[in-house]
């Protein structure tokens, strides 16, 4: 039996696609669930508004199965962070975690740019195998909200936001 080649998506700045795409966003959510901790437990509508606000991201899909993510926050220019990369359990183990990662370090929010910061509970070993290094000279900080986060699509509103903001 032939096995399905894996396709890698690089979805345009908000990931309106996936967001949108009957069942997409639904499949991102079952694959956090099942295989991160830290973003499991996720609703759609909070997923929705992460990907507006993330300037890169990567899916890598079996036919209409999603089997991997990731995505990335950056300024374009000084600092950038990876969130969220995670391998659907069979697939793992078999290169396509740094395959992911590697396309979103090629992504133009994030090539170039003069530091890119990820967090990790577990994998330090992968990321080291991608030249990161462990930073013992900062201090990781946290700050918890209570608020929930505004429902606007930030892809879309951005000007309006500056206006409304100077008129204050
Ligand atoms: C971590 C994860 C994304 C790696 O993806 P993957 O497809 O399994 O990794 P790859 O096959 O591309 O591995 C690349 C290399 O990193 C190594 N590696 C993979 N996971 C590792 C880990 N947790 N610790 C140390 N090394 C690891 C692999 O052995 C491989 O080395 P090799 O090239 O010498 O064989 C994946 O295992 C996963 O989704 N884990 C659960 C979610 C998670 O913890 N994500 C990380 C968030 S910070």
Redesign the pocket.
């Known amino acids: 039996m032939s096995v399905e080649p894996i396709q890698l998506i690089r979805h345009r700045r908000g990931a309106w696609r996936l967001r949108h795409t009957p069942g997409q966003l639904q499949q991102l959510q079952q694959l956090l669930d099942a ?2 901790f830290w973003a499991s437990g996720r609703s759609r509508r909070d997923l929705s508004l992460m990907l507006a606000g993330s300037q890169a991201a990567i899916s890598a899909w079996q036919g209409s199965r999603l089997v991997g993510f990731g995505r990335a926050t950056s300024d374009g220019v000084f600092r950038a962070v990876l969130w969220d ?3 659907a359990g069979e ?9 992911i990662v590697e396309a979103l370090l090629g992504e133009p929010a994030l090539r170039g740019v003069e530091r890119t910061y ?9 990321y080291e ?1 991608l030249g990161f290094t462990a930073a013992d000279c900062q201090k990781l900080m946290l700050r918890f909200s209570d608020e929930k986060p505004n429902q606007r699509d930030s892809t879309t509103d951005v000007e309006d936001q500056t206006k409304k903001i100077d008129s204050q």
């Open positions: 295989h991160s990369v995670v391998v697939h793992q183990g078999r290169g396509l975690g740094r395959k990820l967090m990790t509970t577990n994998s330090a070993g992968f195998q």
